[in-house]
Nanobody, 116 residues
Framework: QVQLVESGGGLVQAGGSLRLSCVVS????????IGWYRQAPGKQRELVAD???????NYADSVKGRFTISRDNAKNTVYLQMNSLKPEDTGVYYC??????????WGQGTQVTVSS
């Protein structure tokens, strides 16, 4: 059973930074492309960043230049460094496979709140 545990969220003022972590257990983490997703209040969950097996990254236009995704395969962990945070970055952040699979259930997520 795959388990995803996100952490690192919190309350921060606009312009601040946070670093999110996601630990994956129960699967061959190093062989999967991983994404960070967020769900803002009243909106659908969206992909904000992803990283391939080889470390290639992609970002949503809304976070490009501010967020950085990285991974440590030895620790089965993916990170999301978020700088220059804006109120519109507020939401629950989740990690999961870049290409979703029923075998990877969503974790509890981590709440990020950016105050203006």
């Amino acid at each position: 059973q795959v388990q995803l545990v996100e952490s690192g969220g919190g309350l921060v003022q606009a312009g601040g930074s946070l670093r999110l972590s996601c630990v994956v257990s129960g699967s061959t983490f190093s062989m999967k492309a991983i994404g960070w997703y967020r769900q803002a209040p009243g909106k659908q969950r969206e992909l904000v960043a992803d990283i391939s097996l080889t470390g290639s990254t992609n970002y949503a236009d809304s976070v490009k230049g501010r967020f950085t995704i990285s991974r440590d395969n030895a620790k089965n962990t993916v990170y999301l460094q978020m700088n220059s945070l804006k109120p519109e970055d507020t939401g629950v952040y989740y990690c999961n496979r870049r290409y979703l699979s029923p075998g990877w259930p969503w974790g509890q997520g981590t709440q990020v709140t950016v105050s203006s």
